[in-house]
């Protein structure tokens, strides 16, 4: 951008620009989305924001985004860890799924108002031992 005198004014671009493919917050977040919430495989993902948006999506950056989610989550897992022990009421059950032909469960502890859930490789004591909510609970 050029002002009235011929002079051009340059901004610096943001920290977060530290590439020259960005995507912005409500990219990242439907992608997340779509992904985790619906289960869509990261193709029919990629297809979407291609065929819709004309903003094509690789499969790293869907893992890379869905692994910043994972992260931005930590701080929320060490509070709901916090709140269901000290709960009046806990329901705590596990459930088996497939990850690409691996069963893994999925250990979940939640009340009226929480829910925390967290992929294993075991069910049982193991698992909600690394879980680290029902042995706290009385």
């Not at 897992?77 to 032909?101: F, P």
């Not at 893994?104 to 502890?109: C, F, I, P, R």
């Amino acid at each position: 951008m050029f002002d009235e005198n011929g002079r051009r004014f340059v901004a610096d671009f943001p920290e977060e620009a530290a590439r020259s493919t960005q995507y912005g917050a409500s990219v990242k977040a439907n992608s997340v989305y779509m992904s985790i919430f619906q289960m869509i495989p990261c193709e029919r993902i990629d297809r979407y924001f291609a065929e819709l948006l004309d903003t094509p999506i690789s499969a790293a950056s869907i893992y890379n985004f869905n692994l910043e989610a994972f992260e931005r989550l930590a701080f929320f897992e060490q509070v709901a860890k916090s709140v269901l022990r000290q709960e009046r009421t806990l329901h705590v059950d596990e459930t088996g799924i497939n990850v690409n032909g691996s069963r893994l469960w999925l250990h979940n502890a939640s009340s009226i108002s929480w829910i925390l859930i967290v992929p294993h490789g075991k069910r049982g004591n193991e698992a909600t031992e690394e879980m680290d909510i029902l042995h706290h609970y009385s």
